[in-house]
């Protein structure tokens, strides 16, 4: 009884710190928007809310002026909230806040009308041309190049202008009801002091993916543009989002020189330095790569950044990258991964001087899926993992020692200690057992404004 009643306080006062608001300064709401929608654009990052609340927090576009909030229908209408020129918005710091509503399509013209991968290819490129010069068989195992490759970079040139959407430091981008960006990049780079909420995301696809002959053993084909990419950025929240591939997932996508076709890369990455990030309630359904924090093993600049703090997620149906991480200190906690195969590869990635700290996070598994594949080493060398607990298939609930099954199923060992221990937690950490109820429930799109 004891216990029941702990646990059914700690996910009363999980629930009310993601309902509150942080108080918002008396200004004037800009457009027709209703009370609840006027409250959440201007919220800010709880206190104590991750890494992204470390030094002065996120604030977003809290303290924007009436004339800098807008709600966008419209690929140009987002462009011209976000400062008016996309090739410049990146460097607009002036508060804004910028509400989605409905379907915002990364494909569109000005017009209205829809492009297609065909009329941002470079005339000196096609797939089939492309296919023919650098099949393995033709070409050998070395990375294409010459004309036809020219034609591909410019191509993706091309698609990067028209779906690739840049952000500017002090911005909070807030979907209404049923909000969906598709076909689009939301960048984040070289910025400060952004919020995304309540947007689902899906099918930002490349049209021209280019094929690495030398990645893996067989080579592979692999995309530039994920749904949401920080870079060289710090002070981000990203929150009650939804990130899918729509109708145009991988598993539909044809093989080539014997390997996927693959059009679409991260859901939400940090890289190139980027730091100070709290991704939190948001849901990940069905994707193949999903979170990459760090992007290169070289030791050099990421060294002591890439803090992220990932926790009340969502990952359902996903296949790798739960997150995958480089050099940075990850905070890991009260997660609900719901995994399933045919295609699953590991949920948890230690890679090169990483150091993650996952705690009371539960595991729902097809029994297809063994628990000792739910960490891959990618030449890291430790992570504190503890409180886990799992039901796979139709089995009890159970906790799990995730590091001593990969351990005892995997050489080298993984050491047991990550060096560090989180502080930036803005609630009690759930029980693991806790964890699907209050996370499916709350996480995802949708959640916040219908």
Known sequence: MRTTAVGAALLAATLAITAAATPAPAAPA????????RQLGRQALPANDGWAAEGPGTTGGAAAAPDRIHVVRTRAELVAALGGDNARNATDATPKIVYVDGLIDG????????????????????LDAYLAAYDPGVWGRVDPSGPLEEARARSVANQTRQTQINVGSNTTIIGLGGARLTGLTLMVDRVSNVIVR???????RDCFPAWSPTDGDTGNWNS??????????????????????GDNPD????????????????SLDVTHTASLVTAAWNRFAGRDKLMLIGSSNT????????????????????LQRLPRVRFGQVDVYNNHYRLRGPGFEYALGVGVQSAIFAENNFFTLADDIDPADLIR??????????????????GPVRPVDLLGAYNAAHDPDLGGDAGWTPTLRAAPVLPAPLVPPAVDILAGAGRLLR
């Open 30 to 37: 800009g457009p027709a928007l209703s009370w609840a929608a």
């Open 198 to 204: 309540n947007l689902a995301f899906d099918d930002a």
């Open 107 to 126: 494909f569109e013209r000005p017009d209205g009308t829809l492009l297609d991968c065909a009329g941002l290819a470079d005339p000196g490129y096609s």
């Open 224 to 245: 530039q543009y994920d749904n949401l990419s920080v870079r060289r950025s710090e002070h981000v929240w990203v929150d009650h989002n939804t990130f899918t591939d």
């Open 299 to 318: 030791v050099g600049p990421d060294v002591d950044r890439l803090k992220v703090t990932v926790h009340h997620n969502l990952f359902d149906g996903d």
């Open 251 to 266: 598993s539909g996508q044809p093989s080539y020189f014997g390997r996927p076709y693959q059009v679409h890369d991260g």
């Open 377 to 394: 080493d990618w030449g890291g060398t430790a992570l504190t993992e503890r409180g886990s607990w799992l039901r796979r298939g139709n």
